[in-house]
């Protein structure tokens, strides 16, 4: 049974820094591609960052350079580092899980494992 518990989530003023970590149980993290997604209210679902099972990472335009997306193999974790936060990154964060090695073209409904999310506020 796989299970991902997201933490790490929090208030934050523009500018600052949040870790979030997933912890994944039942599934090798290292094989598979993970990411990041996120939804603000009244907004659609999008995706954040992911990384595929050679470790390739891909990225939103709307993040790219302000956030690493990176595994802990020993800790079984995949972890979302988010630096110079702006208010429009308000969202609940949530983690997913695939059973495939590759991330490019994946679509949301081809992650079959989801965590409970965490909610960033971002205030300016």
């Known amino acids: 049974q796989v299970q991902l518990v997201e933490s790490g989530g929090g208030s934050v003023q523009s500018g600052g820094s949040l870790r979030l970590s997933c912890a994944a149980s039942?599934?090798?993290?290292?094989?598979?591609?993970m990411g990041w997604f996120r939804q603000a209210p009244g907004k659609e679902r999008e995706g954040v960052a992911r990384?595929?099972?050679?470790?390739?990472?891909t990225y939103a335009d709307s993040v790219r350079g302000r956030f690493t997306i990176s595994r802990d193999i020993v800790k079984n974790t995949l972890d979302l580092q988010m630096d110079s936060l702006k208010p429009e990154d308000t969202a609940i964060y949530y983690c997913?899980?695939?059973?495939?090695?590759?991330?490019?073209?994946?679509?949301?409904?081809?992650?079959?494992?989801w965590g409970q999310g965490t909610q960033v506020t971002v205030s300016s």
């Open positions: 990384v595929n099972g050679y470790s390739g990472t």
């Open positions: 997913a899980a695939s059973r495939s090695d590759f991330c490019s073209g994946l679509p949301p409904e081809l992650f079959p494992y």
């Open positions: 039942g599934y090798a993290i290292s094989n598979y591609c």
